[in-house]
């Protein structure tokens, strides 16, 4: 799972493909096509990546079994759009309700596979996309939607914030800083112990049910292969941001309750919902200004830096 342990940085250019599966044997064989791992090159050396991520739909159109499927998380089944609380949960009604949406609702084709894209430049990914799927109809599989990406500058999202300041260490994979800071790889990725010492419930076949012989030995069941090791839960949303309905609020809002003029309130109290100042600054260590000298710091707790009733910092950002 090289983009949960790394993040791929360096390949600023990518493109999300949304499959779907129209024969199961011809996409088959493609997938095996697929480069997906590399064996000694780190992938942050490497100039292009892929990442492959199926629905469970996907997954049964492939010919995983039904008692298989099962053992994969409810909400994984189960599906954004599948009940009425899954949507409640989620946000999802009104204008945001899933018969709106322009993939993945009730009213769209269904999407199986979801294929991920990173390239260092344009150029490499175009080349990456087309030489990996080029004809879908020869792979068994029909496009349905294709999404790009835009970089933003100076490490910020769309409403100004510098972005990708906290990011968690991975046990047996990130050994630099604090112990007690890093995260059981099990939290992220399947086949290895969470917070708890357990291990996520995830697909186990009988040895017999691996034909092939690929599959690991699951590490808690020596009589069973592990189909989930190595795998990882995504959510993959496409959503749309009213940066000028937010900032456009904060002017109605801001004046008379910050100081200064009307767009240092602004700044002040949209600061106060995200917990940090737009150079990154957290408002536990720096509570009355931006401070652009404390743009990545990280080192800080909320309690323990005296904050606990969220002055400085409000407990809800």
């Known amino acids: 799972q090289g983009i949960v342990l790394r993040g791929y940085g360096s390949l600023n250019h990518a493109r999300f493909l949304l499959l779907q599966v129209q024969n199961a044997t011809l996409a088959k064989g493609w997938l095996g096509t697929l480069p997906l ?5 780190r992938p942050e050396a490497a100039d292009r990546c892929i990442n492959i991520a199926f629905t469970a739909a996907g997954l ?12 994969f998380a409810g909400e994984f089944n189960e599906g954004m759009t ?9 946000g999802d009604h009104g204008e945001s309700s899933p018969e709106q949406w322009c993939w993945g609702g ?9 294929l991920l894209c990173y390239a260092g430049d344009e150029e490499a990914l175009n080349a990456m996309v087309e030489r990996e799927v080029g004809d879908y109809a020869n792979r068994g599989l029909r496009l349905i939607e294709r999404l790009g990406t835009v970089k933003l500058p ?3 999202e769309h409403f ?6 906290s990011q968690p260490a991975i046990m047996g994979f990130d050994e630099d800083g604090t112990p007690g800071n890093r995260v059981a790889a099990g939290e992220f990725v399947l086949g290895y112990p969470n917070a708890y010492g357990q291990y996520t419930d995830r697909p186990l076949v009988k040895p017999e049910q691996d034909t092939q012989h690929l599959l690991p030995v699951a590490p808690e069941a020596a009589s069973h292969r592990d189909l989930g090791m190595n795998g990882s839960y995504l959510v993959f949303r496409q959503l749309s941001q009213d940066v000028h309905g937010f900032w456009n609020y904060l002017a109605e809002q801001a004046p008379g309750k910050f100081a200064g ?8 109290l949209a600061s106060k919902m995200v917990g940090r100042w737009p150079s990154g600054a957290p408002l ?16 800080f707790m909320f309690v323990r830096s005296g904050d606990a009733d969220g002055l400085k910092c409000p407990i809800g950002s």
């Open 37 to 41: 791992r590399t064996s000694e090159q």
């Open 60 to 71: 049964k159109k492939l010919g995983l079994a039904e008692d298989q499927l099962a053992m």
């Open 82 to 90: 599948g009940t009425e609380h899954r949507r409640r949960i989620l």
């Open 106 to 114: 009730p009213g769209n084709d269904g999407v199986d596979v979801l």
């Open 154 to 156: 100076d490490r910020k």
């Open 160 to 165: 100004g914030f510098r972005d990708g300041i």
């Open 261 to 268: 003029d009307r767009t240092q309130a602004c700044v002040a």
């Open 284 to 299: 536990v260590n720096s509570a009355q200004a931006d401070n652009p000298a404390l743009a990545d710091d990280n080192d």
